[in-house]
T-cell receptor, first 107, second 115 residues
Framework: EDQVTQSPEALRLQEGESSSLNCSYT??????LFWYRQDPGKGPEFLFT???AGEEKEKERLKATLTKKESFLHITAPKPEDSATYLC????????FGTGTRLQVFP | ETGVTQTPRHLVMGMTNKKSLKCEQH?????MYWYKQSAKKPLELMFV?????RVENNSVPSRFSPECPNSSHLFLHLHTLQPEDSALYLC?????WGQGSYEQYFGPGTRLTVT
């Protein structure tokens, strides 16, 4: 059965303390992997698409990487405004979402 | 803003009411989606429309009835809901659907409370 697991469930960081969020998957026929950011009471906001192992994408303090079994979202020197829930989703013949990592960054 | 709007943003309804959620996308996309988001659960895909034709219906109870009159508008008609249907209902759109991989753009959601 296709499965997407995100860890940790919650992460508290001090401002400037870099870290990584994990999205591991067991699926057949990966077509793409997406990262989204979701603020409370809002819809998910698209961040990145990764298609194949070894691919990397960057946007400001965020960098997403992909291997054959997992993806990482690296956050470098985070700021309080990076606080949000980060969702990953894997595209096979359907789109499967993980449950997200809730990130809190404190000043 | 993402180019996907939803109304209303909040809705409280009794179990015997009938209401509708509306979604509009201004992105020129061909596919539109309804999702249900409950606390501590992954997003649950409810319906998919591609070029105004329903292409997926993921075992959703008949008390939820979608309608897609054109490629820019999507409705979710609600009737005789249960308290467990309380959730955030999200609409999304993507350039296309089917083979390939297309990022989806989400609206802000409708927070539904069933009393």
């Amino acid at each position: 059965e296709d499965q997407v697991t995100q860890s940790p469930e919650a992460l508290r960081l001090q401002e400037g303390e870099s870290s990584s969020l994990n999205c591991s998957y067991t699926v057949s026929g990966l077509r793409g992997l997406f990262w989204y950011r979701q603020d409370p009471g809002k819809g998910p906001e698209f961040l990145f698409t990764l298609y194949s192992a070894g691919e990397e994408k960057e946007k400001e303090r965020l960098k997403a990487t992909l291997t054959k079994k997992e993806s990482f979202l690296h956050i470098t020197a985070p700021k309080p405004e990076d606080s949000a829930t980060y969702l990953c989703a894997v595209q096979t013949d359907k789109l499967i979402f993980g449950t997200g990592t809730r990130l809190q960054v404190f000043p | 803003e993402t180019g996907v709007t939803q109304t209303p943003r909040h809705l409280v309804m009794g179990m015997t009411n009938k209401k509708s959620l509306k979604c509009e996308q201004h992105l020129g996309h061909n596919a539109m989606y309804w999702y249900k988001q409950s606390a501590k659960k992954p997003l649950e895909l409810m319906f998919v429309y591609s070029l105004e034709e329903r292409v997926e219906n993921n075992s959703v109870p008949s008390r939820f009835s979608p309608e897609c009159p054109n490629s820019s508008h999507l409705f979710l008609h609600l009737h005789t809901l249960q308290p467990e249907d309380s959730a955030l209902y999200l609409c999304a759109s993507s350039r296309d659907w089917g083979q390939g991989s297309y990022e989806q753009y989400f609206g802000p959601g409708t927070r539904l409370t069933v009393t």
